[in-house]
């Protein structure tokens, strides 16, 4: 048919393309929405070519399942909460690999793998390992930031071993699969295992290190999809993974970066265990602690203010607030900005969406390697729910847990607030020398309460 | 076939065009670049249309097909309106309102 010889090609291509310029124009907030636009008329030219191809008969279910996808997925996108997109991130990762590895069973089950190219097998493979291990991974993930499970890292002696065994399993029965696709009764084993790696992989994996493991499973997912570009010898596919996996690396590779730690570290070695019972048995040492009355003065005749926010400002609903006492300052003549760490929150770049959905102007959102050299002329750092990435003990303490990991420099600043429930050590249970400093002032309750009275100060602080 | 070395090509090539382009990316924005490579991805629903609109898929292919397909739009959908919907709350202030 003419139609798939020339017509089909060059909707892929332009598809393509489409999901090229999405990717660039997300170098930008102005010219972002603009991305997504192409990228949904990239989308669109892919479904109706594919539609359109001649082998493409029989519609009625693929109708249904287009009409339940849209069913399901336009409530989601809409009432999901803000602080809820690692969850949904992680789900749609799930998602996403689970519809490849579908894909590529019914693909091996077709004719049994006979007839496909040493070749396709593999990628046939390397599509459904992926694509089971990222679903059963993502699952968990998922499971653990929606906190129906444990956030908490689990580990048990010999584990990696075990998770390793079970890796070389499951690879030793696809490889088996490759020579002799024939054994169709190593199928279900090679999926049952790929499946388990997935669970045994973020057993171990601890809230904190969510923003790595998320970007991680993305790249997975991507590179699922671009396996599958080569079983179906579909060159949009192939991109569009390819996109989609470096991406997820590259993310990946950032937030490992911000903790200074490697890729073996972050998935083999459980963090944060030993440190609770060696923070615990700590002296209690004398803070300064200041009311929220201090507080709203104290911001008051400040010229600058750094706002820190970490993951418990997103636990306690404080953006909102936080969006409150910004305008009031601003309007006071306070230079207020917000300093946001790379792996702040449970995903990157989960913090600038927060701030951004309490209507903090972009502009006002800055990164930590732009604020730390101006940290020394900062009036007031105040810190909301953070406390590893504001730890100076990442830089002068050679034994920290944390040692070496890049941190916002709030100690510089002349003031620092920290807002905090209570001494309680963060999420990874080192103790912060920060706390203890002299020109440092706990303000402690919940991080939205604390805000509301500080705006309330501040607004009978009218000056007169 | 020879063809997979031409796909390895366009593979290798496509991934260091990711890289490029994905360095270039505001941190800031790294949560709806996270939701639009999710929805990019989703273009695995082609391969799930071939399955199940196929002349005469077995019932397992049309019932993972059908899964697939669904699970599919289910990420374009809700990827491409969540990105959006994120996007459109980054703004600047418009210039000194007094």
Redesign the interface.
Known sequence: MKLDDTLLPILYMLAAIGFILAIKWLNSPATARRGVIVGEIGMLLAVVGTLLRFEVVNYQWILVAFFLGTAVGIPIAYIMPMTAVPQRTAFSHACGALASALIGTAEYYKGLGVGLSKVTMVALIVETLLGFLTFTASMMAFGKLQEVLAQRPITYKGQNFVNLGVFAAAAGVGLALIFSPERSVLFPVFTALSLLFGVLLIIPIGGADMPTVIALLNSYAGLSASAMGFVLNNKLLIVAGALDGSSGFILSIIMCRAMNRSFTNVLFGAFGQLQTSAAGAGEARPVHSATAEDAAQILDSARNVVVIPGYGMAVAQAQHKLREMFDMLTKRGVDVRFAIHPVAGRMPGHMNVLLAEADIPYDKLWEMDDINPEMSNVDVALIIGANDVVNPGAETDPHSPIAGMPIIQAYKARTVMVIKRSMNPGFAGIDNDLYYRENTLMLFGDAKAFLSSVVKELSALVKV | ?G??EF?LW??ML??????Q???????????????????????????????????D??T???I??????????????????????????????EPEKK
């Open positions: 076939m063809n997979y796909d366009v593979f496509a991934a260091f065009l990711g890289f382009l994905i360095r270039g990316v505001s941190p800031m924005l790294h949560t709806p670049l996270m939701s639009l490579t999710n929805a990019i991805s989703a273009i695995t629903v082609v391969g799930a249309i071939l399955l199940t609109g196929e002349k898929a077995s397992l292919s049309r993972l097909g059908f899964s697939a397909v669904f699970l599919a739009v289910l990420n374009v959908v809700s990827g491409y309106l969540i990105t959006d919907r994120m996007l459109k709350m980054f703004k600047r202030r």
